[in-house]
């Protein structure tokens, strides 16, 4: 099954331990990208990637950081969150010169 | 930068009635791309339809129609018929159409809270 995959799917943890929200897509699509979703304001674009190697700042990037060294995964890294960090995490995915995305089943996070 | 706007936060509808949903865009890009997702309360985000900036003719998927009007950059959701399974959060985004295909920055709006009253 074409899928969108995040791990874990809720976390709680404590300010400054660092963690890793793993986001992998069995379709071969070359662009990937991470969201936060938070009450009244919509999803905003964190980070996105157009391919192995290649990412770029999205609207909301600070505290956050992403790799891309395969193409079917793209994890988020939170190297000290914060509790101003507690969202809901989407990752999406996008096959070449196709603008629609697929997102995952998004992964809630609670910074203590 | 592009800003995504929806003045609605929530609406409601008779189930059977038709409902329209309004999202406003600025942007100076002239190649980009529109869409409407749909996200229930399971949280999954949901294609609902889109709308190339280059076509003048509205998209249409099933019950779901757009009104888009580049000039005044507007992008309003028109649900037809509506159900009880459209209750949902409405989300508007725009993609700027990159040079090299995919897809680079989205931006999305702040969503319309749908519910629909049997």
């Known amino acids: 099954e074409a899928q969108v995959t995040q791990n874990p799917r809720y976390l709680i943890t404590v300010t400054g331990k660092k963690l890793t929200v793993t986001c992998s897509q069995n379709?071969?699509?070359?662009?990937m990208s991470w969201y936060r979703q938070d009450p009244g304001l919509g999803l905003r674009q964190i980070y996105y990637?157009?391919?192995?190697?290649?990412?770029d700042k999205g609207d909301v990037p600070e505290g956050y950081k992403v790799s891309r060294k395969e193409k079917r995964n793209f994890p988020l890294i939170l190297e000290s969150p914060s509790p101003n960090q507690t969202s809901l995490y989407f990752c999406?995915?996008?096959?070449?010169?196709?603008?629609?995305?697929?997102f995952g089943p998004g992964t809630r996070l609670l910074v203590l | 930068a592009q800003t995504v706007t929806q003045s609605q936060p929530e609406m409601s509808v008779q189930e059977a009635e038709t409902v329209t949903l309004s999202c406003t865009y600025d942007?100076?890009?002239?190649?980009?791309?529109l869409f409407w997702y749909k996200q229930p309360p399971s949280r999954q985000m949901i294609l609902v339809i889109r709308?190339?900036?280059?076509?003048?003719q509205n998209a249409t998927e099933n019950r779901f129609s757009v009104n888009f009007q580049k000039a005044a950059k507007s992008f309003s959701l028109k649900i037809s018929d509506s159900q009880l399974g459209d209750t949902a959060m409405y989300f508007c985004?725009?993609?700027?159409?990159?040079?090299?295909?995919?897809?680079?920055?989205?931006?999305f709006g702040t969503g319309t809270k749908l519910q629909v009253i049997p």
């Open positions: 999406a995915s996008s096959p070449p010169y196709q603008e629609t995305q697929y």
């Open positions: 379709m071969n699509h070359e662009y």
């Open positions: 990637s157009m391919n192995v190697e290649v990412t």
């Open positions: 942007t100076s890009e002239s190649n980009y791309y």
């Open positions: 709308q190339e900036a280059y076509k003048q």
């Open positions: 985004a725009f993609m700027k159409q990159s040079s090299f295909g995919g897809y680079q920055k989205v931006t």
